[in-house]
């Protein structure tokens, strides 16, 4: 049992809260996305949520998977948002656990304004964005005030599994000196075009970051030009985030984990490490 000291809302029955598990690392939960585990009587999970942050629940809590994955079969999204209303109607204490944060390209608004046309109330607890978390594991600041004032976060394809249609792909390339795409590795190739059509250097760097904050986590350092075919050549994976942008040069000095010479700071509580599994 985790004792956690300071006063938290009191999780009722009937409610759901909507939680943020972060990217990955199990020490990126907020308190409260912990209090939520350890008071929640079912946990309604994302496929990006790991084995040991779900290990965190309270014993004998109730765990639901729903999660969601390009070309596989899933839950659908009504059938996620019909589950979580008819629990909370039950009177359980529902958390649905999302990666990242709820908000931040997940479905979380889509499931509280369903919440709210049910009349189930609900919390909001938001998570750390793979947007931001990833990078900052990888070494790399999405902010620094010698090259960027700015940045975009986007997401690479839509509900359909299509490269993103509402995307001002020739404005954001003119206007944002920093740009992270967010479930970039299917249409890589694509989105790296649009970007160099729209103004932006073939030679400008790019970070591929696969699995940020895990114990799989690797790191691709490429250009725009050679984006899609170094991500083949390497065998690079989903989920992953893709950072263009000077600050990715930045990792040269910032690489952090790669600094600690073989000391692993990312928890592995299942050991892939030492089954070969970390790239």
Not at 51 to 78: H, M, N, T, W, Y
Not at 164 to 175: E, K, M, N, P
């Amino acid at each position: 049992m985790i004792d956690l000291p300071l006063p938290f809302p009191a999780f009722e029955p009937g409610w759901v809260w909507l939680v943020g598990a972060g990217p990955g690392d199990p020490g990126l939960l907020t308190l409260h996305a912990l209090h939520a585990l350890r008071s929640a009587d079912v946990v309604v999970y994302d496929a990006l949520v790991s084995d040991a942050i779900i290990g965190l629940a309270v014993p004998g809590a109730q765990l639901e998977f729903a999660g969601k994955r390009g070309g596989k079969p899933s839950p659908k999204q009504p059938d996620i948002t019909a589950r979580l209303i008819q629990l909370a109607r039950s009177g359980k204490r529902v958390l649905r656990l999302k990666g990242g944060d709820p908000f931040v390209f997940g479905r979380g608004g889509e499931e509280g304004l369903a919440l709210v046309e049910a009349g189930i109330p609900f919390r909001i607890v938001p998570g750390i964005t793979a947007g931001v978390g990833g990078p900052a594991y990888a070494g790399i600041p999405v902010t620094h005030r010698d090259t960027n004032h700015a940045v975009t976060f986007l997401t690479g394809h839509d509900a359909s599994g299509d490269m993103t249609h509402g995307v001002a792909w020739d404005a954001i390339a003119r206007g944002s000196p920093v740009i992270v795409v967010y479930m970039a590795i299917k249409h890589i190739a694509r989105i790296a075009a649009h970007l160099i059509e729209g103004g932006r250097s073939p030679d400008e760097p790019v970070a591929v970051i696969s699995r940020a904050t895990t114990p799989q986590q690797r790191v691709l350092e490429t250009t725009l030009a050679r984006a899609a075919e170094d991500v083949a050549a390497q065998g690079m994976e989903a989920p992953a985030v893709v950072v263009v942008g000077e600050v990715v040069r930045l990792r040269q000095a910032l690489d952090w984990l790669g600094a600690l010479d073989g000391k692993v700071l990312i928890p592995d509580p299942l050991g892939t490490r030492a089954k070969g599994e970390a790239g």
